[in-house]
T-cell receptor, first 117, second 113 residues
Framework: DAGVIQSPRHEVTEMGQEVTLRCKPI?????LFWYRQTMMRGLELLIY????????DSGMPEDRFSAKMPNASFSTLKIQPSEPRDSAVYFC???????????????FGQGTRLTVV | DQQVKQNSPSLSVQEGRISILNCDYT??????FLWYKKYPAEGPTFLIS?????DKNEDGRFTVFLNKSAKHLSLHIVPSQPGDSAVYFC????????????FGTGTRLQVTL
């Protein structure tokens, strides 16, 4: 398996522009997570999907951020409009959930480094 | 409010010696703990985990210790190798949930020759 695939690897955009980050989870995984890494706050969970349904989006910073998972093999994280303080590395991760049995560990993609100028 | 804390941003250890990375948590609902390793320009990779029903879990050179009463866990690497140089993240998740992980801010380990 190729692992979790994220695109693009790097994104530089101007303030005010829309940014879309993409993620393909590992086949067969039914939980998907979007994390953001910054120097100050480390890795923060933004949103978590289970079976394509958003379960917890309490980590999404504000309305400028939205995430979708239209099917089991694809998710997007969109920022509109983008601001310089959104500059960070955004990671997607997936794992196997087995109902009440604890999930396996999450597998991370290589991340998208976003720079908003 | 940082629920998982790694108070040492960096650590330098000589090759062959023991590396000890520490992590504290505040949320009593956490009952499963993981360590991830991260190299530059890569995503974090799972290293080792421990359930709250245990106080120790060992995997080769890596051992995680959990002290529930102190809400403290540590990762021991023995012997340390240059390839262990990376950022180590401690993570925790509460009972009954999927792997919704709360991460610490990481500790950068440098293993010197």
């Amino acid at each position: 398996d190729a692992g979790v695939i994220q695109s693009p690897r790097h994104e530089v955009t101007e303030m005010g522009q829309e940014v879309t980050l993409r993620c393909k989870p590992i086949s067969g995984h039914n939980s998907l997570f979007w994390y953001r890494q910054t120097m100050m706050r480390g890795l923060e969970l933004l949103i978590y999907f289970n079976n394509n349904v958003p379960i917890d989006d309490s980590g999404m910073p504000e309305d400028r951020f939205s995430a979708k998972m239209p099917n089991a093999s694809f998710s997007t994280l969109k920022i509109q409009p983008s601001e310089p303080r959104d500059s960070a590395v955004y990671f997607c991760a997936s794992s196997v959930g087995r109902g009440l049995i604890r999930n396996t560990e999450a597998f991370f993609g290589q991340g998208t480094r976003l720079t908003v100028v | 409010d940082q629920q998982v804390k790694q108070n040492s941003p960096s650590l330098s250890v000589q090759e062959g010696r023991i590396s000890i990375l520490n992590c504290d948590y505040t949320n009593s609902m956490f009952d499963y703990f993981l360590w991830y390793k991260k190299y530059p320009a890569e995503g974090p990779t799972f290293l080792i985990s421990i359930s709250s029903i245990k106080d120790k879990n060992e995997d080769g050179r890596f051992t995680v210790f959990l002290n529930k009463s102190a809400k403290h866990l540590s990762l021991h690497i023995v012997p340390s190798q240059p390839g262990d140089s990376a950022v180590y993240f401690c993570a925790a998740t509460p009972s009954g949930t999927a792997s919704k992980l709360t991460f610490g801010t990481g500790t950068r380990l440098q293993v010197t020759l």
